[in-house]
């Protein structure tokens, strides 16, 4: 198995910006990615555009090619402080 990284795509989680105050990230392009509901059995939270916001993105198909929308998920245990706030 490869130690090598993939390819940063364009739209991981360490790309969106992460703002505590709300518990929401924004995506690149500027929109808002709240926290929708969480995975418990996987122990994440999970957020999402809205729909309105996601049809309207130029770089939908960048962003989630083959997908109707793109989730961005964060780890229970994942420090925030490693992420742009």
Not at 4 to 26: G, I
Not at 39 to 50: E, G, L
Request: charged share 30%.
């Amino acid at each position: 198995m490869s130690s090598e990284r993939q390819p940063m795509r364009w739209l991981d989680r360490d790309r969106c910006a992460y703002d505590a105050e709300d518990d929401s990230y924004v995506c690149p392009n500027g929109k808002l990615r709240v926290r929708t509901h969480d995975n418990v059995p996987m122990r994440q939270h999970v957020y999402r555009a809205s729909r309105t916001a996601r049809r309207a993105c130029p770089f939908r198909a960048q962003c989630s090619p083959g997908r109707n929308s793109r989730t961005v998920t964060r780890s229970y245990d994942h420090a925030l402080g490693c992420i742009n706030s």
